[in-house]
């Protein structure tokens, strides 16, 4: 299972991370910031089934790509803000953290703002 291997790997990296932190606190961080890449490079390869999955349900629902597209970006966006964060967060960058969660918000406002303005000339339109 995907699942064991992962968390294996996460805590051999804490135990480094905590073993070596007491002498070496730069190389601990690093540790830390090179296994959350290597298990978001690990889940991304994941991601191209759902892609495929939701490409496949697109087409037969007769939805716009354009939509999903702007959709899987988003997530996107929020899921690499969220990781950016936690990696400040772990380095005592709170205040950067903050930051970069604001900006996915904002980034993730703009781009949902055309499905946002489809929808209501949807409903504008349904309204007699």
Not at 72 to 84: N, P, R, T, V
């Amino acid at each position: 299972m995907e699942i064991l291997q992962i968390v294996g790997l996460g805590l051999v990296a804490a135990i480094m991370s905590i073993v070596i932190k007491g002498q070496r606190p730069e190389i601990s961080m690093q540790i830390s910031i090179l296994t959350g890449i290597m298990i978001f490079t690990l889940m991304a390869v994941n991601f191209s089934t759902v892609l495929k999955l939701l490409e496949g349900i697109a087409d037969k629902a007769d939805l716009d790509l354009a939509y999903v597209t702007t959709i899987l970006k988003i997530i996107g966006i929020a899921y690499i803000s969220q990781f950016g964060a936690e990696i400040c967060r772990d380095a005592g960058e709170g205040a950067i953290a903050s930051k970069i969660e604001f900006a996915g918000k904002i980034l993730i406002i703009v781009m949902a703002a055309p499905i946002v303005m489809a929808l209501l000339n949807l409903l504008i339109e349904m309204i007699p």
